[in-house]
């Protein structure tokens, strides 16, 4: 699944520099000043989190029970992002490129919610 993801993001670099960044882009590792959001106890740790457009939150599963990130299409979410099932310690980051709210779930657990505002 993950492969499957950098194979979308690489198709979607190499479309043009033309095309305008989507609102959401998935990155390989954590940049620099990431906000951090931990997965415990069946539970997004920070459930709402406020950042500045263009910047990034990482994910990281801190328990054995795996689990990952889901953006379903609906609000600022244009287009459907579903996350790699991360195991413990395994993270996923994601760049926010247009200011809005953006819902997600974990695709296993959906009652596991949490939502990202762009500012
Ligand atoms: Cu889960």
Redesign the pocket.
Known sequence: MRVLVFAAVLAALSAGAAVAAGSLEVVPEAPVGTTEVK?AK?KFATPEVRIKTGSTVTWTNTEA????VHFKPGGSVDKEVEGPMLRANQTFSVQFNTPGTYDYI????PF?KGKVVVE
Do not use: D, E, F, Y
């Open positions: 997965i069946m029970l795996p689990h990952n974990c695709t296993p657990h596991m």
